[in-house]
């Protein structure tokens, strides 16, 4: 890391590339967080429930990635950030710990204070370990201003319950983004300028994709675990492997092409920092849908043949919705346009839902399999017929 008054190549230059280990950590842990919301949302599947799940699911989403610019921003290897980093692992425990009843119980109120204490003690610490790192520490000042105005909300929405509380975390929580949308405009000090910044490619890239791959994993882990007090009955054994066609494709769907280039487009683009940020953001819809399909593949695998339930299906063709959704954005980050197979196989899931309501939860899982294989296949078939060049979208930082 360069010095106060280095160059931004001299910060570039010194800034790791690698994930370290107790990156790693922090990741496996976050994934088994996201879990639990998916988990959650079919046992007790409500419009307010799922209105509370998503708020707690973008809380948890931007308590990440806060951690991840950090480490991308400083050396992961350094004491300090490293304590600084198993504090907010510690942090995403106990949060996913809250999950089970977290929105709109007691619990809540354990969610809301260590979330509002990790995000205000981050910048904290930040400051107080100077600019070592060649980092303003004006910066810290206009993220601790953001993570501020949001705690009142948070905080106290604790005071009350349902609807109420609800209503003061969505705020909150837009209150969240908005900041990092407009880059932290504070009064006095202005725009916190980060997307004008070099930042390390190759370690954004490598936390987005070691996020995607333990949350795949999870996913099989899950359906093994669900699969293994049954033996190799014939219709568990049948949901087992339908449920792990599902997860390979997935990964299929990622790594093909735009996700193995995403390091490259970043590198290449015009303003790194902004198409960073949309590749995160594609990374959070791909995850949750990850979630919600290892639910679905837990749900085939106990009743396979059971009676299909509209949650059932939200979370079965749901899943990977929107997994799609987010390898669209992938798609737009790398090449400036979305390939058109991908919004259709949105649609056709769609358009599918009313018949599979009418069929076994394992026969729906395979429309889901037969609809994404078709997908896979056709990216294959188009990218031999017509290669595409690597053209990130010219977006300019503010």
Known sequence: MARPGGSAESVESQRPGHVGFVELFFDVVFVFAFTRFSERLVEHFTLANAWATLVLMLAMWWFWYRVVWTTNRYDP???????????????SLLLSVAVPAAALTERGVVFAWVYVTVQVLRPLWLLLLGNQDGYPRLVHIRILFWATMSA????????????ARLALWTVAIAIDYGGGILDFPTPRLGRAGLRGQPIAEEHLTERCRQLLIIALGEAVLASGIQFSPYGFER?????????????????????????????????????????????????????????LSAVGDTLIITQPFGHTEWAWIA?????????????SMIDYAVFSRVSRSRPIGVLLLAALAPAALRLPPVVVAMLAAVVLAAIAVSNVVAWRLAPRALTPPRIRPH
Do not use: N
Request: aromatic letters at 10%; hydrophobic letters at 60%.
């Open 77 to 91: 290897d350094r004491p300090a950030i490293q304590l600084m980093v198993i504090v907010a692992m510690l942090g």
């Open 152 to 163: 009142v909300p948070w905080i106290a929405g604790t005071f009350v319950q349902d609807g």
């Open 235 to 291: 219709d568990r054994t049948v949901a087992l492997l339908v449920s792990f066609v599902i997860t390979v494709l997935l990964w299929q769907l990622y790594y093909y092409r735009a996700g193995a280039m995403l390091r490259a487009a970043i590198a290449s683009a015009s303003a790194p920092a902004r198409v960073s940020e949309l590749a995160a953001y594609a990374h959070l819809v791909m995850v949750i849908g990850i979630s």
């Open 315 to 327: 979370v079965i063709f749901g899943g990977p919705g929107l997994f799609l959704i987010g390898r």
